[in-house]
């Protein structure tokens, strides 16, 4: 899932974790930590491979300098199984991507950064989680509908497509029941 790119600045987000240890997806060993600019010659590597209309170099480095929540789900040598990007709003969070590279798809760690997403909207006091899909995207659908995510609408010819096309997005939110004290920025 890849949402429109960042405009302008928001509110930041809390300081960066450093890694944290997280589940193993069949039998490999993972953690999460903050996405950094030097990164980025692997995320785009991803991106580029995940996406027909990857976002650039330029989206990335804007969302890590407006202080968006950008973490990488890394292996046990930091290479990038993937990562996600979520901006921070009044009482929402906004997920504008979340990207498994093609070879580690299909082995929860999708599942497990939604997770992780959720945890630190929550973390930030948001009440919800909205996100953008791509209507032929209906993997990503399914997980997020499992997860509790609803349509709330769509945006039409949101995302770019082949042959000079656009593709409708579907707009799903999550309902998020705080069970502590949000964080303060």
């Known amino acids: 899932m890849s949402a429109a790119p960042p405009k302008g600045k928001r509110r930041t987000a809390a300081a960066p974790r450093h890694a944290q240890p997280v589940a193993a997806c069949q039998g490999v060993d993972v953690r999460q930590r903050a996405m950094r600019e030097d990164d980025l010659e ?4 991803i991106e580029q491979r995940a996406y027909s209309f990857p976002w650039t170099q ?3 480095v804007d969302s890590l300098r407006a202080g968006y929540v950008a973490e990488l789900r890394v292996d046990a040598q930091d290479a990038v199984l993937g ?3 979520a901006m921070p709003g009044v009482d929402e ?3 504008l991507n979340l990207t498994v590279a093609p070879p580690h798809q ?3 760690h999708a599942r497990a950064m939604l997770e992780e997403v959720i945890a630190r909207a929550q973390a930030l006091g948001a009440g919800s989680l909205l996100l953008e899909v791509r209507l032929g995207n209906v993997r990503a659908q399914e997980l997020y509908a499992r997860r509790g995510f609803v349509e709330i609408g769509r945006r039409p010819r949101y995302y770019p497509a082949a042959h000079s096309a656009r593709e409708d997005a579907r707009v799903m939110r999550l309902a998020l029941g705080l069970t ?3 964080q303060t920025p």
């Open 58 to 60: 330029g989206n990335f």
């Open 106 to 108: 299909h082995q929860g």
């Open 83 to 85: 990562y996600f990007v």
């Open 180 to 182: 502590r004290a949000p």
């Open 93 to 95: 969070v906004h997920l």
């Open 42 to 45: 692997q995320v785009l590597a």
